[in-house]
Structure formats: C-alpha cells, structure tokens
C-alpha cells in the first residue's frame, strides 16, 4: 500500500515557508498557472499525507487531493490572500473540506492512520512526551477513543507538524478554540494512557 510520505510528484526543494513560495504564492494569484503547478509539486506531499491520514485509502487520497486542487485553482485568484504558510493552511483546508463531504455521504469513515507516520512534539510538556513513547498500533486504539473533532487537532499539529494558526485556517476555527481542544485532546488521550499504563517510562522495566 502507498504510505503516507509517499512522494508522490517529484518536486523542487522550496520549503514552505520561505520567500521563494511566498513569491510563488503571489505569482499564482496574480493568474501565473506555471507558479501555481509547481506549488502543486510542493505541497502535494503534505496534502496527500494529510487525506491518506484521514481516510487510510491510498486511492481516495489520490482522488480527493486531485479534486482539491482543482477548486484551488479555481479559487485563488478570487479566494485566497497570504503567504505560503497560509496557502498550505488552505490547501488542506480544502482537502478537510472535500474529505468531510465523504464522511457525511457514508462513503468513509473518519479514522487517524498512525502507522509509520512520525510524530513532531515540542519538548518539555510531559503530556506530549508521554505521547512520543506510545506505539502506533497503541496511539491508533487510543486516538480512536478522543471525538472526531479532538482527533483532528492532533493529527494535524503532531502528524502533520502545523503551527496553531495553521490548524485555525485549515479547520475554520480561532487560535483560541484550537488551543483549548489541543488541550482538552492531551489531557484525555494522557488520562487514558496513564489509566492503561501505556507510553511509561516504567513499562516493562522490573
């Protein structure tokens, strides 16, 4: 099966954020279609992890990402003002959007795929540390016990690696509201693993 960090499209090496996306950015919006291509080929990757984490379907992945930009294309010119931070946000926004119209149809359920995706976590907060010793097959079982909504907010700022205000525009919320669910989501999924003993430091060892 495809993985999650599977490169889809070759792409240059231009890292988002930087100035030279962000003049990429402002090239598509000005109608610039080779500018808009090769951010294509940028953020592919990103957008096609974050689909494949939702849905756990190489192939619908494939076609939502499609699909997805498809409508960016038709809309930034008219819908998107900002860097390239913020047009990853965006993007992936759109992607939330298209993967959300599966869910409500039945045709998908709402899942996290952990395996052998890496998990970015800052350091100094036990509750996110404990989470870095859990293992994928545990993290999915216990995931699976946060809602939905909590669900996402992890899988986005930890699997995907995004910072609060791009969680906020990619899921249409405040900084605030993604930062009290970031918080509520650590403190239940941390209650859970100490309740299961899972992720100690302690574990195993006599």
Not at 127 to 149: F, G, H, I, N, Q
């Amino acid at each position: 099966m495809l993985k999650p960090d599977t490169e889809m499209v070759p792409g240059p090496r231009i890292e988002i954020p930087s100035p030279e996306a962000d003049a990429l950015v402002r090239d598509a919006i000005n109608g610039d279609t080779d500018a808009f291509a090769l951010l294509f080929r940028v953020t592919l990757p990103s957008v096609y992890r974050y689909l494949f984490g939702r849905c756990g379907d190489a192939a619908l992945a494939e076609d939502l990402a499609q699909d997805s930009y498809l409508r960016a294309m038709r809309a930034v010119r008219s819908s998107f003002t900002g860097g390239s931070s913020e047009f990853l946000a965006w993007l992936i926004r759109i992607a939330r959007n298209r993967f959300l119209d599966h869910v409500k149809s039945g045709r998908v359920r709402w899942e996290v795929v952990v395996d052998e995706t890496p998990i970015t976590l800052a350091t100094g907060d036990p509750e996110m540390e404990a989470l870095s010793r859990v293992e994928s097959a545990d993290l999915k079982r216990v995931l699976a016990r946060l809602t939905a909504d909590q669900q996402e907010i992890l899988y986005l700022r930890f699997f995907q690696g995004l910072a609060i205000t791009e969680v906020a525009t990619a899921t249409q919320r405040t900084e605030g509201a993604v930062k009290a669910l970031q918080f509520r989501a650590l403190r239940a999924l941390a209650r859970i693993l100490e309740a299961e003993g899972i992720g100690s430091e302690s574990e195993g060892s006599e």
